[in-house]
């Protein structure tokens, strides 16, 4: 198994930058897909990018392509996930999550969660 914790949340303004970390513990990093998935209350959660195991390849929701970016360092065992050109629509509690399989979106495919982190944009 794998323990995933997330960091780096907070209250931003309309049109800034924010990076968001997950560490991995208890498992062997390198062998999964990881994911940054998002909910926002009253709403779903959902798919927001993927990067494979070694990290050549990525996949990201429309609303967010261009704008956020999703990397991996094995060596540092964490994923990370850049986001710029932040809306108030981005307000929501990021999860990263691991799966064996790359190119899954959907939540149930994800094994391993973190506890999530809090970003709020302000307008």
């Known amino acids: 198994q794998v323990q995933l914790v997330e960091a780096g949340g907070g209250l931003v303004q309309a049109g800034d930058s924010l990076s968001l970390s997950c560490v991995a513990s208890?498992?062997?990093?390198?062998?999964?897909?990881i994911a940054w998935f998002r909910q926002a209350p009253g709403k779903e959660r959902e798919f927001v990018a993927v990067?494979?195991?070694?990290?050549?390849?990525?996949g990201y929701a429309d609303s967010v392509k261009g704008r956020f970016t999703i990397s991996r360092d094995n060596a540092k065992v964490t994923a990370y996930l850049q986001m710029s050109s932040l809306k108030p629509e981005d307000t929501a509690v990021y999860f990263c999550a691991a799966t064996a399989f790359y190119g899954e979106r959907a939540p149930i495919r994800y094994g391993y969660w973190g506890q999530g982190t809090q970003v709020t944009v302000s307008s």
């Open positions: 990067v494979s195991r070694n990290g050549d390849s990525t």
């Open positions: 208890g498992g062997t990093f390198h062998i999964y897909a």
